[in-house]
């Protein structure tokens, strides 16, 4: 029995995580770098503005296209939790997804709405300014003319974020909808879906949107929402490109 030892799950610290996805994504720029100029592929990332277009034969631009690709992923998915865990932020009996959500967020979650919606978008902003200089230097990008449209570029990457939502929001909406005629069974899902749609359709409770047992106010939600954060900018960006205009600052 002395010679048994006790067993334990595995203990990871954080430079061996850090390690690990520095290889992943090194070996995404490789099989990117390999098989990119073979099949005539240009890696973009679409950033709500601006559409960045890579060099697939440049060993350089692919891993900073690597590099890029997984950070907005990133801001996307924190930004997601920062405004779901505002929209149920008066819930006094949350819900244990959204307690989930909380304790993941840690003290960020206990911050005001406002600037839980801003950190994602201010950071995203500083993140413009510290690779601007490598997108320069990759060829993805060219020299500003001044400062200020440096600036405006940062500030249009951060705010782009809010784009996002319209994959996010109506998708809750329509569940929500959906299990409102439709009985899915009880689990936490449910209970952070029809929370969270409540809380988003607060303002819409002002407005007689209700026929018989008919609501309609989550289907106006997901029109509004798709209208303001889709049609809109396409519409626009489509009227400036027949003027040859541009809301990007060269």
């Not at 779901?84 to 304790?103: E, G, H, K, V």
Request: aromatic fraction near 14%; include cysteine.
């Amino acid at each position: 029995m002395g010679t048994l030892k006790k067993v334990e799950p595995p203990r990871f610290k954080g430079w061996q995580f850090l390690a690990t996805l520095v290889l992943l994504l090194v070996l995404r720029a490789l099989a990117y770098w390999q098989l990119g100029s073979p099949v005539d592929w240009t890696p973009k990332l679409n950033l709500g503005f601006v559409v960045l277009a890579f060099r697939s034969e440049s060993f350089a631009s692919v891993a900073l296209y690597s590099l890029l690709s997984f950070l907005r992923f990133q801001f996307v998915f924190y930004f997601w939790l920062l405004v779901l865990t505002s929209a149920n932020r008066t819930t006094t009996d949350p819900d244990p997804i959204t307690r989930m959500l909380r304790l993941h967020l840690g003290r960020v979650s206990r911050w005001p709405g406002a600037a839980q919606w801003l950190l994602p978008c201010l950071l995203g902003s500083a993140l413009w300014l510290v690779v601007y200089v490598p997108l320069v230097h990759c060829g993805v990008l060219s020299t500003v003319n001044s400062k200020a449209h440096l600036a405006g570029q940062a500030l249009l990457v951060g705010a782009a974020l809010g784009f996002s939502l319209k994959w996010l929001l109506p998708t809750i909406l329509l569940l929500y909808t959906v299990n409102s005629y439709v009985y899915l069974g009880t689990s936490p899902l449910w209970e952070f879906v029809a929370a969270t749609s409540t809380n988003l359709l607060g303002p819409f409770h002002r407005f007689p949107l209700r026929i018989q047992r008919v609501d309609l106010a989550p289907i106006m939600a997901i029109v509004l929402i798709i209208l303001l954060l889709h049609w809109l900018p396409n519409y626009a960006d489509s009227k400036m490109a027949h003027w040859n205009l541009t809301m990007w600052p060269q």
